[in-house]
């Protein structure tokens, strides 16, 4: 296994985020990689590697819209450009386009622009935001390219996270989707049909936009019920793609209080959709937050369960990439995140 991770990744620090009504300080830090870049060198699972350039343009644009990519790379300049006393801050989205609004017309204040790129106000954005995501696409792509060219799997840990985010918003601690990325990398590469599975408690509503026009990417996703858990307005069983997609996503979303006997009955549905659509290659988006001491989740999985996790992912016999995302019981992430890769790798004995 290849582990391609973000050297830069801590450019990206979020001092606070609005949660539940309130400003609060952010669960999202750059702790999150440093605990597992640490347990994978106490515990290896394959070479720790920073990839050797950075993300061509050319392939973030194969997900994201070149308007919001052209957003993301000026914002932060944009924010301190309104006051010089905004460089000490961190930029909050606060007003939004809801139904009935245009998104068509390029709004000349900063505010707006940040709202029309957004869905969230618990995504701080900084000076490092833009350096960290893209560096973030660099792992995932880098990952997809180990993958093509033999290698059985390969872990893009990153973080700001990615599967939040959609071909032209952001929110959910994500920019850059680097899951997509990844996927449409594989499909770039050669690869006629891939999977995309989201294990995070949090639906991927980021991928799941993307690919839901679309029959060559299935998308699988296991999360919280969005009647009760964010993002909340996507994540239904019902949402099953449109179009050519039609039948290629898949939800199948859990209630809160969820053990590991019911969530892993779950996984056994999404195997099975997986093996079914003959898919030649798979994408993780490997979210840890399902793990019982986290704080913004309501799974019940723990630390073992994870190898069991890997073991039942590495039956599926795909050549598999793994992004990093949420998993905020950061002091346990890093044992989490090793216990995935090593009950892939075989290595959990």
Known sequence: MKVYHNPVHAQH????????????????????LDHVLAELRRRPVGALLTPTSPAARARIERIHSARYLDFLA????????????????????????????????????????????????????????????????????????????????????????????????FGGYCFLNNAALAAQALRDGGLDRVAVLDVDYHHGNGTQTIFYERADVLTVSLHGDPRTEYPFFLGHADERGTGPGTGFNLNLPLPRGTDWATWRAALRSATEAIRAFDAQALVVAAGLDTFEGDPISGFHLRSADYLTLGADLAALELPTVFTFEGGYAVAEVGVNAVNLLQGFVGESG
Not at 110 to 128: I, V
């Open 13 to 32: 620090a979020g001092r606070q985020e609005m949660y539940r009504g309130r400003l609060v300080p952010c669960h999202e830090v750059p702790d999150r």
């Open 74 to 169: 000026t914002a932060w300049d944009q924010w301190v450009a309104l006051d010089p006393a905004n460089a000490a801050l961190d930029a909050l989205p606060s007003v939004w386009p809801v139904r009935g609004f245009r998104a068509d017309v390029l709004p000349d204040n900063f505010a707006a622009r940040m709202g029309l790129y957004s869905f969230d106000a618990g995504t701080p954005l900084m000076a490092g935001t833009w350096a960290a995501a893209q560096a973030g696409a660099a792992c995932a792509l880098s990952a997809a390219d180990a993958v093509l060219a033999g290698e059985a799997c390969a872990f893009a840990l990153t973080r700001p996270p990615g599967h939040h985010a959609g071909p032209d918003f």
